[in-house]
């Protein structure tokens, strides 16, 4: 599970609308990855349209921001046209970038244990090295949160 100052671990995903996203061709730039259990669900698209909300002010800075979930491209296409997300999302079928990240983790609700992502997100420096990470997060706040931290670097 990687953490602050370790190197992001790397990878290369589809993502909405088509084509691949490699986030070592992203250095030298700041890089925000939101990992998020499932598309369209509500904690889910709060924090989707948050990020969406927010998109130009990362740019701003530098920044550029992805959702990661297990979701396939196809739903991520619909979970943005009906939300107008502006966020570009990646598709983890595979969970092994959830993993890599550590994100993949064992949940318990109401008693039954099951797979999911933890709701995390991890801001790269232009470095390609783990400047920030949340855990378990909470989605109030968040989004300008995380703008904050990154606006810091």
């Not at 030298?28 to 989707?48: I, Q």
């Not at 990020?51 to 550029?64: P, T, W």
Request: hydrophobic share 35%; glycine share 10%; proline share 5%.
């Amino acid at each position: 599970m990687p953490d602050v100052t370790d190197i992001a671990p790397d990878f290369t995903l589809p993502r909405d609308g088509g084509g691949e996203v490699t986030l070592s061709d992203l250095r030298g730039g700041t890089v925000v990855l939101f990992f998020y259990p499932r598309d369209d669900t509500p904690g889910c698209t709060k924090e989707s349209i948050g990020f969406s909300e927010q998109l130009q002010a990362f740019a701003d800075v530098g920044a550029q921001v992805f959702g990661i979930s297990r979701d396939s491209v196809a739903k991520h296409d619909k979970f943005v046209a009906k939300h107008s997300l502006t966020t570009p999302l990646l598709s983890d079928e595979g969970s092994s970038v959830c993993e890599d990240y550590g994100v993949w983790v064992e949940k318990n609700m109401y008693g039954r244990k099951s797979m999911g992502i933890e709701r995390s997100t991890f801001v790269i420096g232009s470095d390609g090295k783990i400047a920030h990470a949340w855990r378990k997060v909470k989605v109030p706040g968040h989004v300008d949160e995380v703008l904050e931290a990154v606006r810091a670097l």
